[in-house]
């Protein structure tokens, strides 16, 4: 039963350029989404997140767009680095019976030099 | 200010032995996750732990696999009679408290059956 799917098991990417990752839940109870970022052989660590109240938020070169109706969220990297290379874990979580947090199978993104 | 730290970082067990992995969480943090990450795979989620407390342990089978989080002490999470299956990358989170937080990952531990 999987409650958070990115359907791209990887992206590529040139230097500069956007950089855009995509999620879809399932689950209306879920009323929190973050991004996790990781590394080979390191945990994964938190990016950036986004509340149901909103449509959007912004740190730096990250954006996080919700579209609740559609059940879908992306996060945009603008302008792409090599060193984002990595994979991009979506997750979300909410009052579904717990507070556990659903993780999505991840995204490995390669930004070309 | 140190973060999440798990030991050991790589662990060998035979199968049918005890694989005992150990998770500190940030200074000031009282709530533990772990999570499984098999190969090509994404974070599974397997219990929730407060002080002394299961708050949420849907995710972990029911046979052979136990969590703890003491009062005093690391989180424990034990793995009774491992099997080759359970070969994977344990990691442990921690938030300072439930719900809408995000969670600080330590490094993991590589779990090897052989």
């Known amino acids: 039963d999987q409650q958070v799917k990115q359907n791209s098991p990887s992206l590529s990417v040139q230097e500069g350029r956007i950089s855009i990752l995509n999620c879809d839940y399932t689950n209306s109870m879920f009323d929190y989404f973050l991004w996790y970022k990781k590394y080979p052989a390191e945990g994964p660590t938190f990016l950036i997140s986004?509340?149901?109240?909103?449509d959007k938020n912004e740190d730096g070169r990250f954006t996080v767009f919700l579209n609740k109706s559609a059940k879908h969220l992306s996060l945009h990297i603008v302008p792409s680095q090599p060193g984002d290379s990595a994979v991009y874990f979506c997750?979300?979580?909410?009052?579904?019976?717990?507070?556990?947090?659903?993780f999505g199978a991840g995204t490995r993104l390669f930004v070309k030099a | 200010n140190a973060g999440v730290m798990q030991n050991p970082r790589h662990l060998v067990r035979r199968r049918g032995q005890e694989a005992r992995l150990r998770c500190s969480p940030m200074?000031?943090?009282?709530?533990v996750y772990w999570y499984r990450q098999l190969p090509e795979e994404g974070l599974k989620f397997m219990v929730y732990?407060?002080?002394?407390?299961?708050?949420?342990e849907s995710g972990m089978p029911k046979e052979r696999f136990s969590a703890e989080f003491p009062k005093e002490g690391p989180s424990i999470l034990r793995i009774q009679q491992v099997v080759r299956g359970d070969s994977a990358a344990y990691f442990c989170?921690?938030?300072?408290?439930?719900?809408?937080?995000?969670?600080?990952f330590g490094p993991g531990t590589r779990l090897t059956v052989t």
């Open positions: 732990l407060q002080k002394e407390n299961i708050i949420d």
């Open positions: 200074k000031g943090h009282s709530h």
């Open positions: 997750a979300a979580s909410g009052d579904t019976g717990g507070f556990k947090t659903i």
């Open positions: 986004i509340s149901s109240i909103k």
């Open positions: 989170a921690s938030s300072p408290g439930e719900g809408l937080y995000e969670q600080y």
